[in-house]
């Protein structure tokens, strides 16, 4: 995202909701990578969720990850 993503109006909101809920996180680092979570299944199951943020301080819904947590089915010995 670079510079561009700085100047975004939804990075601003998830700064200051970040903010307000007593998240301050520090300054090292690129700052230029962004994150994801991915809920992978055992053995040839793969993928069962992917979110990868679209800007800075993009959430995954909690929900969404129990869901996709609760499809893993153990694989078998």
């Known amino acids: 995202m670079m510079m561009s993503g ?6 601003w909101q998830n ?7 007593g998240f301050s996180g520090n300054l090292e680092g690129e700052g230029f990578t962004l ?4 809920v992978i299944g055992a053995g040839r199951q793969g993928v069962i969720l ?21 499809k893993i089915k153990p694989q078998a010995s």
């Open 15 to 21: 700064f200051f909701r970040a903010w307000r809920n």
């Open 50 to 70: 992917e979110h990868r943020e679209k800007e800075f301080g993009d959430k995954v819904s909690l929900p969404s990850v129990l869901e996709a947590a609760e």
């Open 35 to 38: 994150g994801g979570v991915y």
């Open 6 to 11: 700085f100047f975004r109006f939804g990075v």
